[in-house]
């Protein structure tokens, strides 16, 4: 690093090129972004930066205030049951044995490499009525019935007359299940990463002491586990809280997210101004979810 | 060092009694068919190379791994298939173990929290075992603010709160540095003392062992080699590797000529006359032996001693090792023979002591001052 630092011209060369894309192509489309959150509609497609909150006023709307509460439930059910499911995965794939590890972590990656798109797709055909998870169904309460007439109960029709598909797609439900199946992988890798380094030997030593395995889990794993915790629920809950297509392709009408009514702005409603205003408000949400959890580590002696 | 005639120590069954234990992992045996019992208010070590199994029968003392085969009762019961939290036994692990993420006072306390102590007693006692180990005053401290060795004295405080039945230290003074390491010693041996509980240590230091223990169990390649107090295992070994692993020792390969009445002759090959010793167990004549001496239990002289009935060899030292109170002499009796080592108390400054490299000498060595061994 020192030397590094003496070689500034070195330094400046390297350090130049990124610098300039940063600027040229992140920060100043976000400052075109920022400039017309404050700038008003001139016929159909002009506008004017003329400095007005009106946009903002307007998004603060309670029609739009409530998609923002339904976009924060979304990204915040999808976190803790991201949590809840991608905990024992990490678990699992440490305790493996180590030649399965690497195998394991590619099973886990391995939905990054087929496109976004088509991954929803592909759980359209899962969840729809005539779709792979009620022909599951189907076919247990088929097993079922023969097993009751086995019994000899077949003529009760306990199982109903006949077997009802579910309602899984275009609802909130098959949203958080979406938006689960995308982004559990950024749950448990940061999950794994932390539980990796954790000493073997504390557990043992909690068992050793007495704790039952959920003791041990609950007063050893998790607190010392606290800071891929926190890293996987950021990398979850920011992803999912901007997400569109995910409730565009598979909610219905009433679980629209904060992302889909900015799309709209841009596209069909062609209100670049709205969208905009919109768009930071999400950001500051954003930035308003980091800061609070900059407030709680440092309340914990800071991880 | 024995607290045999302590009030506090009941006399009964053996506090540990494992009986055929056994640990395969796939094809390979960790740990073979061992018998061992351990009496109350002992301080027993497992004493053996890495490798020798003697981690994973602690282990399997602990709970943390089971057995395949064989059994382990604690204090009368059958504990063999019970897991560690439900064990009357405490651990304190090589790598401490130490929760980072809790003040000493709460990992001393961690184990009474889990029993539902009350709050009061739990700060109690953890203070009274804080004190015990001499870190008193060091509750509120985080591990990362402590030096290895008060770590390591957490882990015993932790592990003592419980006042378990049997106390588990797996290579407990390995990570320490060597000053430390002699003090925690005698320090271990008076706390063990104190508080009246059997002590059971894994240890591949065999002075640790001598030292600390009351017994020693030395294992090898997942067997016991033999099981007896320091001295008797340093001066009667049961095996060549036993000889060879605690301290130092001469090898020296015969064919026994006769063996009756206590008393053995071998015809070692380098060696002219017939090498006597004396001994109860009589290995079978015509048979290979060893006998087993000691460096300092070989006298080394100018002349040829003149008392009778001595074992005889001249030679020529080869090489010296000087380790300040004593030196070493490797001397050479014969071309294919190895060096034997005969150590020399330094009584008299270096530069003044009696043999230098390629001085004639002669060793003598009496017919009860080592073992034959057969195996």
């Known amino acids: 690093m020192e030397d590094w630092r003496r070689g ?6 390297i350090g130049l090129g990124p610098t300039f894309w940063l600027l040229l192509f992140f920060l100043v489309p976000l400052a075109i972004v920022w400039l017309y959150s404050f700038a008003e509609l001139r016929g159909l497609v002009d506008m004017e930066v003329t400095g007005t909150l009106d946009n903002y006023a307007r998004a603060l709307d309670p029609l739009y205030l409530e998609v923002f509460g339904k976009s924060l439930a979304f990204a915040g059910i999808t ?5 809840v499911v991608g905990f024992p995965v990490a678990l699992a794939i440490v305790f493996a044995p180590p030649r399965w590890r690497p195998v394991l972590l590619l099973l886990v990656i391995l939905p990054f490499w087929t496109n976004l798109l088509i991954r929803t797709y592909a759980l359209i055909a899962v969840l729809r009525v005539r779709g792979f998870a009620n022909f599951t ?27 009802e598909p579910l309602e899984l797609l275009y609802n909130n439900t098959a949203v958080v299940i979406g938006l689960v199946y995308v982004h559990l992988p950024f749950m448990v890798l940061p999950l794994y990463a932390a539980l990796e ?19 041990a889990f609950m007063t050893v794993v998790v607190p010392l586990s606290m800071p891929g915790i926190i890293s996987g629920a950021i990398l979850v809950f920011i992803p999912a809280l901007g997400s569109f297509l995910t409730p565009d392709l598979l909610g219905g009408t009433d679980s629209q997210m904060i992302a889909n009514v900015i799309e709209r702005q841009f596209k069909s409603a062609n209100d670049w101004p709205f969208g905009a205003a919109l768009s930071f408000l999400l950001m500051y949400l954003t930035f308003a979810a980091l800061a609070l959890r900059a407030v709680l580590a440092r309340g914990r002696g800071g991880i | 060092m024995n ?13 540990i009694e494992i009986s055929g234990l056994c640990k395969r992992f796939g094809d390979f045996a960790a740990v073979d068919k061992v018998d061992l019992t351990v009496e109350r208010g002992e301080f027993f070590a497992l004493l053996g190379p890495s490798g020798c199994g003697k981690t994973t029968l602690l282990r399997m003392l602990a709970g943390l791994d089971l057995p395949t085969e064989g059994t382990i009762r604690i204090d009368g019961q059958d504990m063999s298939l019970v897991p560690a939290n439900r064990r009357p036994v405490n651990m304190v692990f090589q790598s401490y173990a130490v929760f980072p993420h809790m003040t000493v006072l709460d990992n001393v306390g961690y184990g009474l929290r889990i029993d539902g102590v009350a709050k009061d007693e739990i700060r109690r006692r953890a203070e009274e075992a804080l004190d015990l180990v001499k870190l008193g005053g060091f509750g509120n401290r985080r591990p990362d603010q402590l030096s290895g060795g008060q770590r390591q004295r957490v882990a015993l405080a932790r592990a003592l709160v419980k006042r378990p039945k049997v106390l588990l230290l797996d290579e407990p003074l390995s990570a320490l540095d060597a000053k430390l390491r002699e003090a925690m010693r005698l320090e271990m041996v008076n706390l063990q003392e104190t508080v009246g509980i059997t002590f059971i240590i894994v240890t591949h230091d065999q002075s640790e062992a001598l030292s600390m223990a009351t017994r020693i169990a030395v294992m090898d390649a997942g067997v016991v080699q033999q099981i007896a107090p320091p001295a008797e295992l340093y001066e009667f070994p049961a095996s060549r590797f036993v000889a060879d692993f605690i301290g130092s020792v001469n090898m020296i390969e015969g064919r026994v000529e006769a063996a009756a009445n206590g008393r053995i002759r071998l015809a070692c090959p380098g060696i002219a006359a017939p090498v006597e010793m004396e001994q109860d167990r009589l290995p079978a004549v015509g048979s290979t032996a060893w006998v087993a001496l000691r460096p300092e239990k070989i006298d080394i002289t100018k002349e040829v001693p003149p008392e009778p009935g001595l074992n005889r060899v001249s030679g020529v030292v080869e090489e010296i090792t000087y380790l300040g109170e004593t030196s ?6 014969a ?9 020399s108390a330094n009584l008299d400054r270096v530069t003044r002591r009696a043999f230098t490299w390629e001085d004639p000498v002669h060793l003598s060595w009496t017919s009860s001052c080592g073992v034959v061994l057969d195996r």
């Open chain 1, 8 to 13: 500034r011209s070195a330094f400046w060369l």
């Open chain 1, 79 to 83: 976190t803790a049951i991201s949590l």
């Open chain 1, 137 to 163: 169904l189907e076919w247990i309460w088929e097993q079922s019935n023969t097993l009751l007439s086995l019994l000899g109960l077949g003529s009760y029709q306990l199982l109903g007359e006949r077997f």
């Open chain 1, 197 to 215: 380094k954790l000493d073997r030997s504390l557990i043992e030593a909690a068992l050793d002491l007495g704790a039952s395995q959920w003791r």
């Open chain 2, 3 to 15: 607290t045999s005639g302590d009030a506090a120590t009941t006399r009964g069954a053996p506090i």
């Open chain 2, 328 to 333: 070493v002499y490797h001397v050479r009796v």
């Open chain 2, 335 to 343: 071309p294919d023979l190895p060096l034997i080592k005969v150590s």
